[in-house]
C-alpha cells in the first residue's frame, strides 16, 4: 500500500496497516473505512485536508503539509500486524521516514506504529515510551507524537475521543509553529 499525501510533509502520519474494508479495497490509506472518519475529519479541521471524508480515489481528497502511511503495506491475517509482518516491511518506512524535511513532525497511531518507527530509527522502545498524547524528541531533532490509533473500538470504548485527538493535534501544531 503505497503512501498518500504530500512529498515533503511537515506532518507524516504512521498507521498500522491497511484496514480489510478500508485502504485495502480502496487503494489509500484510512479510505472507506471508520478509523479514516476520525482522521479525516481532524486532518480537514487543522488544515492538513482539503475535505474532511475520503471515501474513494478520485473522490478529490488532497493533502497539504501531510503525508500518511503504514508500518506494514498489506492487509496482515485477522487484521492486526504480527511482529515478523512489521519487521518485514521496516525497511521500506525506513525509507519514508528519510523523505521529510528534519522540522517534521511524526504522529504514530498505536503502540504497534510506535514501536515499528524506532526500529527503523534502530532506537530501543524502553527511551521512547508509548503513550498517548506523549511528544519524544529523536535524536535527529524532529519530535515523535503518540496517539491511541483512531479505530472503531478505540472511539467506541472512549479510549480516544475526538477531544483527546485534537488535543494531540494542537500540540503538533504548536511543535511545527516553533520550526
Given at each position: ?126 527511551d521512547y515510551t508509548f503513550a498517548h498524547g506523549a511528544c519524544h ?25 475526538d477531544q483527546m485527538f485534537r488535543d494531540v493535534f494542537e500540540a ?8
Open positions: 500500500m503505497p503512501a498518500f499525501g504530500a512529498d515533503e510533509p511537515r506532518l507524516l502520519i504512521v498507521g498500522l496497516a491497511p484496514g480489510m474494508h478500508g485502504a485495502n479495497r480502496t487503494g489509500r490509506p484510512f479510505t472507506g473505512d471508520y478509523a479514516g472518519i476520525l482522521l479525516y475529519e481532524t486532518l480537514h479541521r487543522y488544515g492538513y485536508a482539503n475535505r474532511a471524508d475520503a471515501v474513494a480515489l478520485g473522490d478529490g481528497l488532497e493533502l497539504r503539509a501531510c503525508r500518511i502511511t503504514n508500518a506494514v503495506k498489506c492487509l496482515p491475517p485477522a487484521n492486526k500486524p504480527q511482529p515478523d509482518e512489521v519487521r518485514r516491511c521496516n525497511d521500506h518506512l525506513k525509507r519514508e521516514l528519510e523523505q521529510p524535511p528534519a522540522a517534521a513532525a511524526i504522529l504514530t497511531l498505536g503502540a504497534i506504529a510506535h514501536q515499528a518507527v524506532l526500529m527503523a530509527f534502530g532506537l530501543r522502545r524502553a524528541t529523536l535524536p535527529d531533532g524532529r519530535a515523535l507524537f503518540d496517539s491511541y490509533h483512531c479505530s472503531r473500538y478505540n472511539t467506541q470504548t472512549r479510549r480516544l475521543t503538533i501544531g504548536k511543535y511545527l509553529n516553533k520550526r
